[in-house]
């Protein structure tokens, strides 16, 4: 598929969980269907409405730095490991609150991850 029918099947399969309710949703390489700066109607909703239809989303990309930032400000929870690319490194040290350092020398199964609720940082070697 191209990348315009992605996000569009993806914003209808968004609108239909929504509808659903009391479920979980799993978007593997998020950042093919949602940009920086853009999400498609549906995603939006699932970002602004989800919690109160009980849905609980997990979003994975390998480029974080190219996935909607509103998705990014609404985080519950953020895990991150191994990133090779400045940008994306850049990103998740924003969100995670720690030097991109930090993120930029994780490697293997090291992570770092963040409570967005709590704001606890846990680091795993």
Request: hydrophobic residues 45%; proline residues 2%.
């Amino acid at each position: 598929l191209h990348e315009k029918a992605d996000t569009e099947m993806h914003s209808v399969c968004c609108k239909a969980l929504l509808a659903v309710e009391n479920v979980v949703m799993i978007n593997e390489e998020l950042h093919s269907v949602t940009k920086a700066s853009h999400a498609s109607h549906g995603w939006r909703l699932v970002n602004f409405m989800g919690r109160a239809s009980g849905l609980y989303v997990f979003g994975l990309s390998q480029r974080p730095a190219s996935v909607d930032k509103a998705f990014m400000g609404a985080l519950s929870e953020i895990h991150v490991g191994q990133l090779s690319y400045p940008e994306d490194q850049k990103a998740c040290a924003k969100v995670l609150g720690v030097d991109v350092a930090e993120v930029a020398g994780l490697f293997g199964y090291a992570a770092i991850q963040r409570n967005m609720r709590t704001g606890k940082i846990t680091r795993i070697k």
